[in-house]
């Protein structure tokens, strides 16, 4: 069973029934100003931080048939009487004629048919606006007259979007809607929390008169407050009540008689659903969207912004599956994924338990740097801004305070309160920076440390050079017994909370791997004194690791406090876990046969048909000494389910040891098209990635949970394009050395790169995976597989002639 279809040539995915088995999203907007959008025209929208400033109420744990958000509520005078339905299906599940909604870069088209009327309507924020426009179209496709009137509502949101659930006295007790009457019988809807006048009001209009209104939803929902979103009693009277909410459930209503439609005959209504600082003072801009016309060139403006950001990469394989993905797909999760980061979505409600992640934002701002490196480089800014003066970080943040904290480590008393792993992702991050952008000035821009003094104001100040030692020698400082580092309370796997004293052996190679490329840029720059350090510090480790962490066939995870090992043959749970196998081979510690041998033990033990598992067999009951994993039952999450996040490292393991074939294999199988057919199983949107699928050990193998915003978009780019492709900048240029399945014959890659345009063509006549003989730079024929970077802003030829 399928729900949709992907439409390569529009850059859509196309939606072709309301009724997906979970409710299927997109983004719009930034965080600026924006949020997600539904197949069935719900969403969330939220001015600068879900948490706190959130304009629209969005539950997903409703029914999907409930009302969510927002509608457009459909009156037709039949012969019979009033006739109300929702062109969006839901919340009224009228039967649909024709359903389509085509998920867009930064909007949904939705065109839909009901009782002979069709829809047209998109949903964007224009670039810059803080404001969503939606244009809805309704043409008459019935043979007679019909006299329509139409009904954009929206619900509200306190501001605080955790106290709209958590205190229902306080938050009723201020939420107030206004009618400001314009010329022409316009109307703008203002809401606000009472303490937010005139510091951040909500409005709600439309381009055409407003015959009537509501604000209450008591009074919009009618019988006495028993009335449903499925049915609002309202709606059966000629006119709304004009209500101006003084308190409680605030939303907005507007009535609009179109009159009456001839067959074949389209009129257009756009509304705006908006937040500025006063309302009276922006009816000027409000203004601008409601001519058709600017809202077209916004929308136009929109796609070509998304655009020059595909454009900076497009690749031409024998894999249309591929092609899709990092054409379009891939990189758009990966925007979207640097821009919300685990804050905002169907499964992270963004009511401000987490804010941004320091250590997943980090590897967000690495897949974003082919098509926006600058953006990426604010990001990091940010995230460097709140790690501390000894090195480590704070593991989370609020985007608009800055405002960081320990995350879950705050929970549990006994537990030491930082990650081990977080300040290594930013190393990894600024160097990939580095090499992406040639702008090694950027190691010299200085930036505050988190730590404050009483008044709020950072204690001290770093270069970005000195950000990334101070997070080195913490991870050098903070070792146990094995001389592995310490584990903190946790590290990538936020849910293997070890009692104080346990050793992590993923960090041990994520250190590994960050001196390495400290080392390369370190060089590039003839620092050799630092770099010579690096390198000492880098063989010491690998060394350690060796020593320490072989179990036979694989690598094992962790050492508790009492020094065991976590991740032996000889253990009934938590056997083998993969991270271990593949990040000894991306750290450059385990020697090609142990790195083999890993890998193969990884195959044997982890893969499935819908990817690889986090690690086998599951933990079988809730153990606190384990900790966060064992609250899942086996085969969930990260109890040993399929955490896609870490399929993308596997796969950039085995282009590290050539094996091309099964780089590709890996790939394909979690590559969220292949999943098009059998929705009935894994449920959630094909067009982008998942964080997590449940794994073979669960009786719903297959079904996938938490799309959209996961790491897995970063690393999947990366590994796609750096390490299968195999075109990855380094500080002196462009490298190409692809790792290919040995029979694809050739591949085209346009890759900008520091502001120059390379047009790749890769030949492979002979039927290899890896290994580049020839290489030619427009008409000069290099040795090796680097492309130098480039002296002007032109478009060189590369031709890479593979055997
Ligand atoms: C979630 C977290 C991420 C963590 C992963 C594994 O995706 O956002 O930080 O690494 O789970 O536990």
Redesign the pocket.
């Known amino acids: 069973m399928n729900c949709g279809r992907f439409d390569p040539q529009r850059r859509e995915y196309v939606i072709t029934t309301p009724r997906t088995p979970v409710k299927w999203i997109n983004y719009v907007g930034t965080l600026s100003f924006g949020g997600f959008v539904d197949q069935t025209g719900g969403g969330v929208i939220c001015r600068g931080d879900p948490a706190h400033n959130r304009i629209v109420k969005y539950l997903p744990q409703l029914p999907l048939a409930d009302f969510n958000g927002e509608t457009l509520y459909v009156r037709v005078r039949e012969p019979t009487g009033y006739r109300v339905f929702s062109a969006f299906h839901t919340p009224t599940l009228d039967p649909f004629e024709r359903y389509e909604c085509r998920v867009g870069l930064g909007y949904n088209h939705y065109s839909t048919r009901f009782y002979g009327l069709e829809f047209e309507i998109t949903v964007f924020v224009p670039a810059g606006a803080s404001a969503v426009v939606r244009k809805i179209q309704v043409t008459n496709r019935r043979d007679g007259e019909v006299e329509v009137d139409l009904i954009p509502v929206v619900e509200y949101s306190h501001f605080d979007a955790l106290k709209q659930f958590t205190n229902a006295d306080w938050v009723p007790q201020t939420m107030q809607s206004r009618a400001i009457r314009q010329k022409d019988g316009r109307l703008v809807l203002t809401q606000c929390a009472y303490m937010k006048r005139g510091r951040g009001e909500n409005f709600y209009t439309s381009n055409r008169p407003v015959s009537s209104f509501d604000s209450a939803r008591a009074l919009f929902l009618g019988d006495g407050g028993y009335g449903s979103f499925a049915r609002p009693q309202s709606l059966f009277a000629p006119e709304l009540s004009g209500s101006e909410a003084q308190r409680g459930d605030n939303i907005g209503a507007l009535l609009h008689r179109l009159g009456r439609l001839a067959p074949e005959h389209t009129q257009t209504l756009i509304t705006q659903l908006g937040q500025v600082d006063r309302v009276e003072d922006a009816l000027a801009e409000i203004e601008k969207y409601r001519d058709e016309g600017a809202v077209d060139r916004a929308l136009e403006e929109t796609q070509r912004g998304w655009s020059a950001y595909l454009d900076r990469l497009q690749i031409q394989t024998p894999s249309l599956a591929m092609d899709d993905m990092i054409n379009v797909h891939n990189p758009r999760q990966c925007y979207i994924t640097q821009n919300w980061s685990?804050d905002l979505s169907l499964y992270q409600l963004g009511l401000g338990g987490r804010g941004m992640?320091f250590?997943?934002s980090s590897q967000d701002s690495m897949g974003t740097l082919t098509g926006a490196p600058e953006e990426s480089r604010s990001l990091m800014e940010k995230i460097l801004a709140v790690q501390k003066q000894d090195g480590s970080a704070m593991h989370q943040f609020y985007p608009q305070t800055l405002l960081a904290n320990e995350g879950d480590a705050r929970e549990h008393q006994d537990r030491p309160k930082y990650y081990g792993d977080d300040h290594l992702w930013i190393v990894l991050a600024v160097c990939a920076y580095l090499r992406e952008t040639g702008r090694f000035d950027f190691l010299d821009e200085v930036i505050p440390f988190y730590d404050k003094d009483a008044a709020g104001n950072p204690l001290e100040s770093g270069t970005v050079l000195g950000h990334l030692t101070r997070a080195l020698s913490f991870t050098q400082k903070n070792r146990g017994r094995h001389g592995l580092p310490l584990l903190g309370f946790a590290d990538?796997?936020?849910?293997i909370n070890l009692r104080a004293g346990a050793e992590s052996v993923m960090i041990a190679c994520q250190y590994g791997l960050a001196l390495r490329e400290m080392i390369e840029v370190l060089t590039h720059l003839g620092d050799s004194a630092l770099a010579g350090e690096y390198r000492g510090a880098y063989a010491q480790m690998k060394k350690l690791f060796n020593d320490s962490a072989w179990d036979g066939e694989w690598f094992v995870r962790y050492f508790d406090h009492d020094g065991e090992a976590l991740g032996t043959q000889r253990a009934e749970t938590g056997k083998i876990f993969i991270n271990s196998q593949s990040w000894s081979v991306l750290a450059g510690f385990a020697d090609p046969e142990r790195g083999r041998r890993a890998l193969d033990s990884v195959r044997q033990h982890l893969n499935t048909p819908c990817g690889i598992k986090l690690f086998a067999p599951g933990y079988r009951g809730f153990d606190p000494d384990i900790g966060g994993v064992t609250t899942y039952p086996p085969g969930a999450k990260?109890n040993g389910g399929i955490?896609l996040?870490t399929n993308p490292w596997v796969i950039m393991a085995e282009a590290v040891l050539g094996r091309g074939e099964r780089a590709f294999e890996y790939y394909l199988q979690i590559n969220p098209a292949a999943k098009n057919e059998i929705i009935e199983i894994y449920e959630c949107e094909p067009y982008c990635y998942a964080?997590n699928i449940l794994g073979d050990e669960h009786p719903q193998f297959g079904l996938g949970r938490n799309s959209w915003l996961?790491?897995t978009a970063s690393w999947m780019y990366q590994a796609a394009t750096q390490y299968i492709l195999g075109i990855r900048p380094t500080c002196a240029g462009l490298r190409v050395d692809p790792c290919i399945p040995p029979g694809w014959k050739e591949f085209r890659v346009r890759r900008e790169f520091r502001g120059a345009l390379y047009e790749i063509a890769v030949h492979n006549p002979g039927g290899v995976s890896k290994g580049v003989r020839s290489l030619r730079v427009d008409d000069e024929t290099l040795v090796g597989s680097l492309v130098p970077a480039p002296r002007e802003k032109k478009t060189y030829r590369v031709e890479v002639l593979m055997g």
């Open positions: 685990r992640g250590r997943d990538w796997n936020d849910t990260e955490f996040h964080q996961s790491g």
